[in-house]
């Protein structure tokens, strides 16, 4: 789960660090009223969870009231990577000089948390590695010492060779990589991000945030509950996936699938992809054999109109294929499906339920490619 | 020979009265498995298929001399699952839980890298068979059938589906292994090669990676440098998934640009390893 940058400054002024003066507003007239009382310049910043959005314009600068009131209008309502924009943080402007890169994330080769600090904040960690690796400072994270502190002093003086009063200087850094490793285990993220790091009138401030959390870990931690929904960011299908249990992630096309284990559900869709079709999205509906699970798949990709025809495929193992055709013959019955389906069963019991299914009239395959081909070829009648 | 399992492998499932670990003992059994005991806290002295149950791994391992574990038992419990096995002197854990807190497994694979002689597959994973020998998971014997074809995979279901191509092809398998889906497993693509260029059943290597980290692109590396005496060829899953989106595995996620099918497939080309544009192409592959 992705905090989205006001709700990962919240757990940040938790743990005591600074941000700039800043509001939440979701709507235009109450950016206008909050600049009236915070005074000029203010940046007005989109509060969506997708990246990129300065280059969109979800990021505007306003010096007077009629920039305010132009830039508010302007950001409320913009389609950013297809989230609209509901929610604008109104922050002060914090003067300072250089921009810095800090984060911590689990590095997966080594198993262990890593920090990442660079003295060439503000744009994309990518595109720092890209273009200027050099600037990069790595510090391991140890499970016995935590950081190490002859590492911290060798980074510290790389990254800050010309600020003057570096012993007080010290302290605050390693004081701040401190916070960011408790944030890090205390709240279950895999990713805390300070991007771009500022300065000043000698002190750090986040100007803005980023913090990943484990999914695995949600349980724990149930105000995130409360981030997800003003997050607002699933869309509908997505939504109805996580409340049934299963896992469901939105696509452009017109092939909805629905496949049992997440590698099956990635390689079907790139297989639709590989014979010309387009997929509507990527549908996991796990390993357990509840005709349930069935009905609720086919309900929740009945709710995209975009779809044109649908493909069920299933690898039975543990999942039992007579308990998927018979869950897929009660939702026909109850869901008024006028869509083409293409099905591909095989593994355990699939004989009586391709015989359950044939007697439906749906047709049944037995091998992945051949199914997709149908499917594709369904599609594309059904678009005409 | 097979890999990390065999005849003699001795096994005890933690959590085998709960409903998953109840019904693959059952399907264990049945394959051929020596399943000596099984484990599950205030339940110890009744028994379940004819298997002894016992209340901690420590008693279960003292009365049977097990090596192997399997364990069902709930996320929230499974890492200590991990660390028990691990303190009564199992030589193989077998993880099968999903949703395990990647920091709690942070931890626990800190632990056992202190240990001496443990290994973990998993968590998230089927769990591994050596066809003929030995299940220990949750995979579908059927579509297996012993061969010289070692397969080692991120993946449940798109296993079974690899394998059930190569079976069909009349190749068989040697030892098939998942290692899991999770950002931190025990096992890694690079443990399984290594034991497979040393095994002589294994001719020919099926590794099916996804996206997210970069276990893929160090294979290639490894294989570049190591494996030359061996066919190896790939699949990778996910060349069309978003970034930023977890496509069900928890380790199955493109960040920050890293992790791309792109970079994995390059990888293996240029390390010389054939990458099948999809399932059904693999056997002809290996051939």
């Keep these: 789960m992705k905090l989205i940058e006001y709700q990962a400054k919240e757990i940040f002024r938790n743990y005591g660090i600074l941000t700039p003066k800043e509001y939440l507003a979701t709507n235009p007239i109450e950016i206008v009223n909050l600049g009236k009382v915070m005074g000029f310049p203010l940046v007005l910043k989109a509060q969506v969870p997708v990246g990129g959005r300065g280059k969109a314009g979800g990021v505007k600068l306003v010096r007077d009231e009629v920039e305010l009131e132009k830039g508010a209008n302007q950001i409320c309502g913009m389609n950013i990577k297809g989230c609209i924009v509901n929610k604008v943080l109104v922050s002060e402007v914090v003067s300072h000089e250089n921009e810095y890169y800090i984060s911590i994330t689990l590095d997966r080769a080594t198993g262990l948390p890593l920090l990442i600090c660079s003295s060439s904040g503000g744009i994309d960690i990518e595109e720092i590695s890209r273009k200027e690796p050099e600037k990069i400072e790595k510090i391991d994270y140890d499970l016995i010492l935590g950081l190490k502190e002859y590492k911290l002093r060798e980074v510290f003086n790389r990254l800050f060779s010309n600020v003057s009063n570096k012993s007080s200087f010290y302290i605050d850094f390693s004081g701040l990589l401190e916070k960011l490793v408790d944030i890090y285990f205390k709240e279950d993220a895999t990713l805390v991000e300070i991007n771009p790091l500022i300065i000043s009138n000698g002190k750090f401030y986040a100007l803005d945030a980023k913090i990943l959390v484990d999914d695995n870990a949600l349980f724990k931690h149930p105000y995130f509950e409360k981030f997800r929904e003003e997050a607002n960011d699933e869309t509908l299908q997505e939504k109805m996936a996580r409340e049934a249990g299963l896992t469901y992630v939105s696509l452009d096309g017109n092939i909805a699938c629905i496949v049992n284990g997440a590698g099956l559900a990635m390689a079907t869709m790139d297989l639709v992809k590989y014979w010309g079709g387009e997929p509507a999205n990527f549908l996991d509906i796990g390993g357990s054999s509840n005709p349930e699970k069935m009905l609720n798949a086919l309900r929740i990709i009945l709710t995209n109109e975009k779809v044109k025809a649908i493909l069920i495929n299933i690898f039975g193992g543990i999942t039992r294929c007579d308990d998927i055709a018979k869950g897929l013959l009660e939702a026909m019955q109850n869901l008024n499906i006028n869509l083409p389906i293409s099905v591909r069963l095989i593994g355990t019991n699939d004989e009586s339920a391709k015989k359950m299914l044939f007697s439906a009239n749906i047709s049944v395959f037995s091998q992945m490619d051949e199914a997709i081909k149908d499917v594709v070829e369904k599609a594309k009648k059904e678009g005409i | ?287």
């Design chain 2, 1 to 287: 020979m097979s890999i990390l399992i065999g005849n003699e492998s001795k096994v005890i499932v933690q959590g085998i009265t709960g409903r998953d670990g109840s019904f693959h003992t059952q399907q264990m059994l049945s394959y051929g498995t020596k399943i000596v005991a099984g484990v599950t806290p205030s339940k110890g002295g009744s028994e379940i298929f004819g298997v002894p149950i016992y209340d901690s791994m420590e008693e279960a391992v003292r009365e049977t001399q097990a090596d192997v574990s399997v364990i069902f038992v709930p996320p929230k419990f499974a890492a200590d699952a991990i660390i028990e096995a691990a303190d009564s002197g199992i030589k193989i854990i077998v993880c099968i839980t999903e949703g395990i807190p990647v920091n709690q497994m942070v931890r626990v694979s800190k632990y056992l890298s202190l240990k001496e002689d443990v290994r973990l597959i998993g968590p998230n994973c089927p769990g591994l068979i050596s066809p003929g020998k030995c299940k220990v998971g949750i995979m579908p014997a059927q579509i297996f059938m012993e061969g010289d074809v070692g397969i080692v995979s991120r993946s449940g279901t798109l296993t079974y589906e690899v394998v059930y191509n190569i079976t069909k092809a009349g190749l068989g398998e040697s030892t098939c292994i998942g290692i899991g889906g999770d950002q931190i497993v025990g096992t890694k693509f690079i443990d399984v090669l290594s034991l497979f260029k040393d095994d002589p059943q294994t001719e020919k290597i099926v590794i099916i990676g996804e996206i997210g980290g970069d276990e893929e692109e160090r294979s290639a590396d490894y294989i570049r440098a190591n494996l030359r005496n061996k066919k190896v060829v790939a699949f990778i899953a996910g060349r069309n998934a978003p970034p930023e989106k977890r496509m069900g595995h928890a380790g199955a996620v493109i960040l920050q640009g890293k992790g791309t099918a792109e970079t994995k497939i390059k990888a293996f080309e240029e390390a010389g390893v054939k990458v099948a544009s999809k399932p059904s192409d693999i056997p002809g592959l290996l051939k």
